[in-house]
């Protein structure tokens, strides 16, 4: 059977990487007793996985972790056992059951909503220009860096939606939404709002859309 954990990441582990993220709920799993399932083969590893994979630095409201046992385990038990094991800065916003024929919940991920914060942001008129040309834009092509090698993106295939939601001297405030593709940092760096000598922009998950599962 399967379980969907959602939590909440805030700022206090904002700066942990996905390896890390994964080993803490390996370890509170362990330590609350339950009979998390495990692959096969020399090197066998806890069947848990996130639907998207938080970029480091970035805090979220509504994350979700998928769980696979070995028996049945409730969701009442679930989060009874596992609350006292997480740490400060991870909170359980519910457990659920996952349907039986649902797919992976990385395969449902259709996108997400993201608020950024941006300290000491560029003038509101030079920022305004950069969106409108990026939005009016057939294509914007970057290259990235995936598993140690370069590849391209198309970045505006991967935005929905940006919207200005405040912009002062001292702090602007963005929200973006993305499809599953969507890199965030790239989309501000290519925006000139996340550049070497600036303090970085702070970027909160809100939400993540995952289509209906059935089963």
């Not at 300290?119 to 914007?140: D, K, M, N, T």
């Amino acid at each position: 059977m399967r379980l969907y954990i959602v939590f909440s990441r805030e700022k206090p582990l904002r700066f942990l990487s996905h390896l890390d993220m994964m080993r803490l709920w390996e370890r509170a799993f362990r330590r609350a007793g339950l009979p998390l399932a495990y692959s096969q083969g020399y090197h066998p590893h806890p069947r848990l996985s996130l639907a998207l994979p938080l970029a480091v630095g970035m805090t979220a409201e509504a994350e979700w972790l998928e769980a696979e046992f070995r028996s049945f385990v409730s969701p009442e038990v679930a989060r009874e056992r596992l609350e006292p094991q997480l740490p400060a800065g991870l909170s359980l916003r519910s457990v659920l059951e996952a349907p039986s024929q649902a797919p992976a919940l990385a395969a449902r991920v259709r996108g997400s909503e993201i608020e950024v914060e941006v300290p000491q942001p560029p003038p509101y008129p030079q920022v305004r220009e950069r969106l409108r040309r990026f939005l009016e834009a057939e294509s914007f092509p970057v290259e990235e860096v995936h598993k140690g090698r370069p590849r391209a993106l198309d970045l505006r295939k991967t935005v929905e939606e940006i919207e200005v939601l405040s912009w002062r001297e001292d702090r602007g405030r963005l929200r973006l939404r993305l499809n599953a593709a969507g890199r965030p940092h790239l989309l501000l760096q290519a925006l000139g709002l996340e550049e070497a000598g600036r303090i970085p922009p702070l970027l909160h998950r809100r939400r993540l859309f995952l289509a209906e599962a059935s089963g």
